[in-house]
């Protein structure tokens, strides 16, 4: 567990904290909650991997996107065969499944969970639909309460951004509130600009990544600490929050 001082609103690029907390008051909030850099710690799996392979260390903290793998490659003067291939492990069961869930998510679910109803909180995940399978065995092995509660895309022609979009938009229709949060900035971005009233959206952006955008339900945390991976901002945002009042433990 970290232990340098930490304080949220050192963690806050964007938005106010406040607006969250009034959501949270109501007895009818929505959690959509994204698998891969939130709650899946696929880029430490497979950014290890590569290194292992290639000898090339990849932090974390220090790209803007998880395809670069193969951009990588090329800067490096790897093979072109690497070159074509660095990316294809998003797509593979084997380092999805190897896959560890991030510092401090557990508890936050739980918390989500004991909070709204396991009713009410549901992953969106825009992986393909190949990995339907895989995503589910992975929940069953660290989530299982959760892995019912899987949206994943069913028809990869779709876009992803789209189809998240297209998800939140029918169920805000049945909630009061919908809470997104996700790490990729294009996908929050989509969600923002398609103006939904009642969607509050929580972006954990990657790496170097910083909004260029606003909204008056967007909220953007940073990492903690530098150069960790960790879902600690996240968990402490809610667990500070006076006015969660927990469910029965599940």
Known sequence: MEREPYRLKDFVFSGSTETL????????VLFLIDADGIIINSPKKILGNFENKYGIKVHPSTIDRWDILSEIAKI?????????T??????QPEPLLASQPYLHIRP?????INRCGLENNYILTSRNPGLRDC?????????????NNILIRKDVSLDGGDFKVEEITKRARDHKWVVFIDDALNFAKQVVESNIENVFVINVPLGVTRPDFEGK???VLGRYPTGLQSMYPLYHLFDRSHNLIDRPSI
């Open 21 to 28: 907390e009034n959501i949270l008051k109501s007895n009818d």
């Open 76 to 84: 490096n003067g790897l093979p072109e065969d690497v070159v074509a």
């Open 86 to 91: 660095a990316n294809d492990e998003w797509f």
């Open 108 to 112: 936050l679910l739980k918390r989500l």
């Open 135 to 147: 995503t589910v065995e992975w929940f069953n092995r660290h989530f299982p309460e959760l892995s």
């Open 217 to 219: 339900n967007l909220l």
